[in-house]
């Protein structure tokens, strides 16, 4: 049978960062205290712990030392779902965030490339949406010198066409429109 662990995060006065980290639900207070001791830089006698929620709130003062964690009421139930709630909510705002950028892009438009440590690209946006190998909103680039990875295709799913290693799928964030010098002077 399976060790019930808790997910815990410890917040110390004396330290900036708090300290996340699994134990075994039957784990006694004084146990965790004692695992504690160099994490929060103070002897078991001088801790005072306190069970909180996910967003601070005060729920009890732990002070049976022989009781465990489970019998103070440390569960994960809670700690889980608002993971699961937060983690799904912080997924679908930067899905629509991704969408938002990806729509002020068309097919066919000249484009830059801007990925970090790495030199501008050129070409023409060839996909822009949704797709199998990855989450999120990804633009298809057919690059105009062979600087891809691919011929539009990935894992066997064709999303466009170009020639062999002109192509490559970027995060809206890293693209910029495109603006001839000839459309320039035009300005």
């Given at each position: 049978?399976?060790?019930?662990?808790?997910?815990?995060?410890?917040?110390?006065?004396?330290?900036q960062?708090?300290?996340?980290?699994?134990?075994?639900?039957?784990?006694?207070?004084?146990?965790?205290?004692?695992?504690l001791?160099?994490?929060?830089?103070?002897?078991?006698?001088?801790m005072?712990?306190?069970?909180?929620?996910?967003?601070g709130?005060?729920?009890?003062?732990?002070?049976?030392?022989?009781?465990?964690?489970?019998?103070?009421?440390?569960?994960?139930?809670?700690?889980?779902?608002?993971?699961?709630?937060?983690?799904?909510?912080?997924?679908?705002?930067?899905?629509?965030s991704?969408?938002?950028?990806?729509?002020?892009?068309n097919?066919?438009d000249?484009?830059?490339?801007?990925?970090?440590?790495?030199?501008?690209?050129?070409?023409?946006?060839?996909?822009?949406?949704?797709?199998?190998?990855?989450?999120?909103?990804?633009?298809?680039?057919?690059?105009?010198?062979?600087?891809?990875?691919?011929?539009?295709?990935?894992?066997?799913?064709?999303?466009?066409?170009?020639?062999?290693?002109?192509?490559?799928?970027v995060?809206?964030?890293?693209?910029?429109?495109?603006?001839?010098?000839?459309?320039?002077?035009?300005?």
């Amino acid at each position: 049978m399976a060790t019930k662990l808790v997910s815990l995060t410890v917040t110390s006065d004396s330290r900036q960062y708090p300290y996340e980290k699994r134990y075994p639900a039957s784990m006694t207070l004084h146990e965790l205290k004692e695992k504690l001791v160099l994490v929060v830089g103070s002897s078991t006698e001088c801790m005072r712990t306190e069970l909180r929620d996910e967003e601070g709130k005060f729920i009890s003062s732990l002070t049976d030392d022989e009781a465990t964690l489970e019998k103070l009421g440390v569960t994960d139930d809670s700690v889980r779902a608002w993971k699961r709630r937060e983690g799904l909510k912080i997924k679908c705002d930067a899905l629509i965030s991704a969408e938002s950028e990806a729509k002020q892009f068309n097919i066919g438009d000249r484009c830059t490339v801007h990925i970090s440590n790495q030199k501008e690209k050129k070409g023409i946006i060839s996909y822009i949406g949704l797709t199998k190998f990855k989450d999120g909103y990804w633009i298809g680039v057919t690059y105009d010198e062979p600087f891809g990875k691919h011929d539009g295709s990935v894992d066997g799913e064709r999303y466009f066409t170009c020639e062999n290693n002109h192509g490559a799928f970027v995060r809206p964030r890293d693209v910029k429109k495109y603006v001839e010098e000839e459309e320039m002077e035009e300005i």
